[in-house]
C-alpha cells in the first residue's frame, strides 16, 4: 500500500529512545529478520510507527500492540476520547496496517490472555503502559513469559518521576517495580550496560 498522509503526533516521549533502539534491534536482526515485537502502551503509534519504517520492513515482521487507549493516571488532563482511532490512523498512514495486531484493553488483561493462548514468543518487548510500580510489576513477569531467549524487553521510564526529589512514593514508579524484577530474575537474564538510564533493557538468557 502507498503511503497517504503523515502521521501526527501530540507528544514525543520516544525519540531520545532511538539510539538505543536502533542499535539493540540492529543486533537482534542479525539473527532474526523478520523481528516479532510485542509494545505494551502504543498511546498515538510513534514508537510503533518508527518500528515499522525502520525495523519492519517485510512483511513477515510483525508488532502486537496492547493499550487500554484509555492513558495512564499521570494523562488525567488529556481528552484521550479519540486516542485508538488516532493510533490506527497512524499506522495507516505509514502503509503497514496488516503488520500491527492491536489487542485494546488492561495490559494484564491481555497479557494473561497471551500467556494462555501459548503465543509465539516474541523477539523484542517494549513496557511502556501504566507507570504504577503493581502493574510493571506484573507487566515484566508476563512479559518474560512471552519473551525468546535471547529477546530484549526495554523498560522505558525507569528513573522517570512526577514527584518532587525526596516526596516520591516508590509503589507510584516504575523503578521499584523494575529492581524487583530483575533481582528475582537476576539468574535468568542480564541487564544490558551502557544505555542511559531513563530506560533499561534486559537480554533473556
Ligand atoms: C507513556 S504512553 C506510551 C507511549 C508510547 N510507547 C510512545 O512511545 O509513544 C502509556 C500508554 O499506556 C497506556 N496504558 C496505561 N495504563 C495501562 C494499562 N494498565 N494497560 C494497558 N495500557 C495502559 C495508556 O493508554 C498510554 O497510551
Same mark, same amino acid.
Given at each position: 500500500?502507498?503511503?497517504?498522509?503523515?502521521?501526527?503526533?501530540?507528544?514525543?516521549?520516544?525519540?531520545?529512545?532511538?539510539?538505543?533502539?536502533?542499535?539493540?534491534?540492529?543486533?537482534?536482526?542479525?539473527?532474526?529478520?523478520?523481528?516479532?515485537?510485542? &509494545?505494551?502502551?502504543?498511546? &498515538?503509534?510513534?514508537?510503533?510507527?518508527?518500528?515499522?519504517?525502520?525495523?519492519?520492513?517485510?512483511?513477515?515482521?510483525?508488532?502486537?500492540?496492547?493499550?487500554?487507549?484509555e492513558?495512564?493516571?499521570?494523562?488525567?488532563?488529556?481528552?484521550?476520547?479519540?486516542?485508538?482511532?488516532?493510533?490506527?490512523?497512524?499506522?495507516?498512514?505509514?502503509?503497514?496496517?496488516?503488520?500491527?495486531?492491536?489487542?485494546?484493553?488492561?495490559?494484564?488483561?491481555?497479557?494473561?490472555?497471551?500467556?494462555?493462548?501459548?503465543?509465539?514468543?516474541?523477539?523484542?518487548?517494549?513496557?511502556?503502559?501504566s507507570?504504577q510500580?503493581?502493574?510493571?510489576?506484573?507487566?515484566?513477569?508476563?512479559?518474560?513469559?512471552?519473551?525468546?531467549?535471547?529477546?530484549?524487553?526495554?523498560?522505558?521510564?525507569?528513573?522517570?518521576?512526577?514527584?518532587?526529589?525526596?516526596?516520591?512514593?516508590?509503589?507510584?514508579?516504575?523503578?521499584?517495580?523494575?529492581?524487583?524484577?530483575?533481582?528475582?530474575?537476576?539468574?535468568?537474564?542480564?541487564?544490558?550496560?551502557?544505555?542511559?538510564?531513563?530506560?533499561?533493557?534486559?537480554?533473556?538468557?
Amino acid at each position: 500500500m502507498s503511503k497517504k498522509l503523515s502521521p501526527t503526533f501530540t507528544q514525543d516521549w520516544f525519540s531520545r529512545s532511538i539510539p538505543s533502539w536502533s542499535h539493540i534491534l540492529t543486533q537482534l536482526t542479525k539473527k532474526t529478520p523478520n523481528l516479532r515485537i510485542l &509494545e505494551i502502551g502504543v498511546f &498515538e503509534g510513534r514508537s510503533t510507527c518508527w518500528l515499522l519504517e525502520n525495523f519492519c520492513k517485510t512483511p513477515e515482521s510483525t508488532i502486537m500492540a496492547i493499550d487500554s487507549f484509555e492513558g495512564g493516571i499521570e494523562h488525567k488532563s488529556m481528552e484521550l476520547g479519540g486516542l485508538k482511532k488516532q493510533f490506527e490512523d497512524n499506522i495507516a498512514s505509514v502503509g503497514s496496517s496488516a503488520q500491527v495486531v492491536v489487542r485494546p484493553g488492561l495490559s494484564l488483561d491481555q497479557l494473561c490472555r497471551l500467556v494462555a493462548e501459548n503465543t509465539k514468543p516474541f523477539d523484542f518487548i517494549s513496557v511502556d503502559a501504566s507507570h504504577q510500580a503493581a502493574d510493571v510489576l506484573s507487566d515484566a513477569v508476563l512479559a518474560f513469559q512471552l519473551l525468546k531467549p535471547s529477546g530484549v524487553i526495554a523498560f522505558d521510564d525507569y528513573i522517570w518521576s512526577p514527584m518532587r526529589p525526596g516526596t516520591e512514593n516508590p509503589l507510584l514508579l516504575p523503578k521499584s517495580a523494575i529492581d524487583a524484577f530483575t533481582t528475582i530474575y537476576s539468574q535468568k537474564l542480564r541487564i544490558l550496560p551502557n544505555f542511559p538510564l531513563y530506560q533499561l533493557y534486559i537480554q533473556k538468557h
